[in-house]
């Protein structure tokens, strides 16, 4: 098996034609991120990795971006205090976005949520 590594490109899909087409491409290529729709608009891209375990020694990012559908644009926005994948996301009422669990290395160890802030979002006018 070759090797496998997280992708940097992003594409938008149009229900109406049923066509996926070209958008901005993310600063960090990943796999098993999340993405979630933030009340602005605009779209929370975080964590996940570049290169799978068991390939890497510490396979999880740390690193978030915010999409903006008005420019079709990524632009990196505040670290994760752990870096992880393959972990769930939700927007919270009050527009922050709590991130939990997931993995950190090459072992099937769950970060602890407990110990990982909400990453915040820009306020939403």
Same mark, same amino acid.
């Given at each position: 098996?070759?090797?496998?590594?997280?992708?940097?490109?992003?594409?938008?899909?149009?229900?109406?034609?049923?066509?996926?087409?070209?958008?901005?491409?993310?600063?960090?290529?990943?796999?098993?991120?999340? @993405?979630?729709?933030?009340?602005?608009? =605009? /779209? +929370?891209?975080? !964590?996940?990795?570049?290169?799978?375990?068991?390939?890497?020694? $510490?396979?999880?990012?740390?690193?978030?971006?915010?999409?903006?559908?008005?420019?079709?644009?990524?632009?990196?926005?505040?670290?994760?205090?752990? @870096?992880?994948?393959?972990?769930?996301? =939700? /927007? +919270?009422?009050? !527009?922050?976005?709590?991130?939990?669990?997931?993995?950190?290395? $090459?072992?099937?160890?769950?970060?602890?949520?407990?110990?990982?802030?909400?990453?915040?979002?820009?306020?939403?006018?």
């Amino acid at each position: 098996m070759g090797s496998v590594a997280g992708i940097g490109t992003a594409e938008l899909y149009d229900p109406v034609a049923g066509t996926f087409s070209f958008t901005g491409s993310l600063n960090n290529p990943r796999g098993e991120h999340t @993405a979630n729709l933030l009340p602005d608009g =605009t /779209v +929370l891209v975080a !964590g996940g990795y570049n290169c799978p375990p068991p390939s890497c020694t $510490n396979p999880g990012q740390g690193t978030a971006e915010i999409y903006n559908p008005s420019n079709a644009g990524f632009t990196i926005t505040g670290s994760l205090i752990n @870096a992880r994948y393959d972990d769930a996301a =939700t /927007v +919270l009422n009050d !527009g922050t976005v709590l991130i939990a669990g997931g993995f950190s290395g $090459n072992s099937p160890t769950a970060t602890d949520s407990a110990t990982t802030a909400p990453l915040r979002s820009r306020p939403c006018k």
